[in-house]
């Protein structure tokens, strides 16, 4: 299934893009108006032991552009966005962001342009939710499973 793109080339510029230079999809015709929704969560253990990766698709219905203010997930002791633009990688503390979710509009992050490193700490069991804080107040949450990113291991584990 391919997925929207989500280009983060500047965290000071892309507030200043138009949805169309972010690669975001304009789908109202499957979204509802109104709200911003955090339609997918995507949580993958990674090779490295100190974080795991994360990616989210969000769907802003409203009116206005909303920007994300920070990303928590229960589990994790903190979360960073990074994003990717040819061999340059920036992580940025999620609190710090700059990401702008044009109005009805949805991204969708993937691993070679914006996704979210989250640092481990004492996650207990396979579930986490993230929060998405966004500059308008509002606060959404879904549950998401942490997944192997190996497939073989996750059909041979037995829990």
């Known amino acids: 299934m ?22 975001a999809a304009n789908d109202e015709g499957v979204h509802t108006r109104g709200v911003v929704t955090l339609e997918q969560v995507d949580v993958e253990r990674t090779e490295d032991p100190r974080a795991d990766a994360a990616y989210l698709t969000i ?4 009116d206005q552009d909303v920007v994300v203010t920070n990303v ?7 979360v960073d966005i990074v994003s990717t633009e ?8 999620a609190d710090e962001s700059l990401v702008t979710i044009p109005a009805r509009t949805e991204i969708s992050m993937t691993d070679d342009t914006l996704f979210l490193r989250a640092a481990r700490g004492r996650r207990s069991g396979d579930q986490t939710a993230a929060t998405v804080s966004l500059s308008d107040g509002r606060k959404v949450t879904a549950l998401a499973v942490v ?7 996750e059909a041979h584990r037995h829990d």
């Open 72 to 78: 928590s997930m229960s589990g994790y002791e903190g």
């Open 86 to 93: 040819g061999d340059e990688v920036l992580d940025q503390p």
């Open 147 to 153: 997944r192997s990113s190996d497939p073989s291991a």
């Open 59 to 62: 769907w802003n219905g409203t």
């Open 2 to 23: 391919e997925n929207p793109m989500f280009r983060l080339v500047s965290l000071v510029a892309l507030s200043f893009m138009s949805p169309d230079n972010v690669g």
